[in-house]
């Protein structure tokens, strides 16, 4: 089956996670322990579940001229991402998060170094937007500088925009371009940040699906998602799963969700079946899970949906 083509935009990032050997951590000393490394980044783990389950996908990103960087165009490359678009930063570092963890599994403390994505050229990603297929669709993370994000929301023509705030704290970049935006994924709280409340769930999705996206994810970890469409709002089940690391499960989400828009699904199906994407993810040790494939997805949505035909 012929999907439509996506690009993505944003953070292409090194992950470091550290344990301790011990329990309890030992301040202001060196502690025994256990340091792993990963590619990260929302907009690049978005790219990479999209380019396993078979969508023709490319990103762009800024990287430096390091050991980490090389790393990241490699290893994305073999997994299918097209990097042509993703440039070094003569004298930049790759940008990377570090997390240390105590022994009992408590974040002692994390460590985002992302500087380098401010220097990201909104008019380089205004002109990869423009040169790219009309009918595709387009995803941006607000690891993005303001300026550039305002970019991709002027350059994006008649192209679907979905996007994902990263965080609480990036949240505010989105905001500017929210008109923009067809497509808004985000967590319990950020849409509280977003919408200034602390409402119970159903409420802030009512309040969502009365703003300016007309249609998005409020993400509920274990209790599934609310989507909102035309000014409804509808559950999302979570499918059954035995979780083994959750980190991971929200890209696989959006990943999942554009891929069967890729495919013409519509919105609250594509996102029904994505669940089966989420749900094969926090299963596996990997942010990214590598032998993810759409007909995995698709096996493991009509498990719970045993009477829904689908084309694959």
Not at 46 to 62: C, P, Q, T, W
Request: charged share 20%; hydrophobic share 45%.
């Amino acid at each position: 089956m012929a999907y439509r083509p996506v690009l993505c935009a944003g953070g292409c990032v090194i992950d470091r996670v550290g344990e301790t050997a011990d329990a309890k951590e030992r301040l202001y000393t060196s502690n025994i322990g256990t340091m792993r490394t990963s590619l990260g980044g929302v907009a690049r783990n978005v790219a990479e579940n999209l380019a396993r389950l078979g969508v023709d996908v490319g990103l762009v990103s800024l990287i430096g001229d390091d050991l980490e960087g090389r790393r990241v165009v490699e290893e994305s490359s073999r997994a299918g991402i097209d990097m042509t678009s993703v440039t070094t930063a003569s004298g930049g570092t790759t940008a990377s998060y570090t997390a240390i963890f105590s022994g009992e599994g408590e974040l002692v403390i994390g460590l985002a170094d992302m500087a380098i994505f401010d220097r990201i050229a909104p008019d380089a990603i205004a002109r990869r937007i423009t040169a790219f297929a009309p009918d595709g669709f387009l995803f941006a993370d607000a690891n993005l500088p303001p300026a550039a994000l305002q970019a991709v929301a002027e350059a994006k023509g008649a192209r679907p925009l979905a996007c994902v705030p990263v965080s609480v704290q990036k949240l505010a970049k989105l905001v500017p371009i929210l008109a923009a935006i067809d497509i808004l994924f985000l967590n319990l709280y950020e849409a509280r940040a977003l919408l200034g409340s602390e409402d119970e769930v159903e409420d802030l999705a009512a309040r969502l699906s009365a703003g300016p996206v007309p249609r998005g994810l409020l993400t509920l970890g274990p209790r599934g998602a609310l989507a909102w469409e035309g000014g409804k709002v509808t559950p999302i089940a979570a499918l059954p799963c035995r979780p083994t690391n959750v980190n991971g499960a929200g890209d696989a989400l959006a990943g999942g969700t554009l891929a069967r828009l890729a495919a013409g699904d519509t919105f609250l199906t594509a996102a029904r079946r994505a669940m089966a994407a989420a749900a094969l993810t926090v299963e596996s040790p990997q942010t990214v899970r590598s032998d993810l494939t759409m007909q995995a997805v698709l096996a493991r949505h009509t498990l719970s949906h045993p009477l829904e035909t689908i084309e694959p």
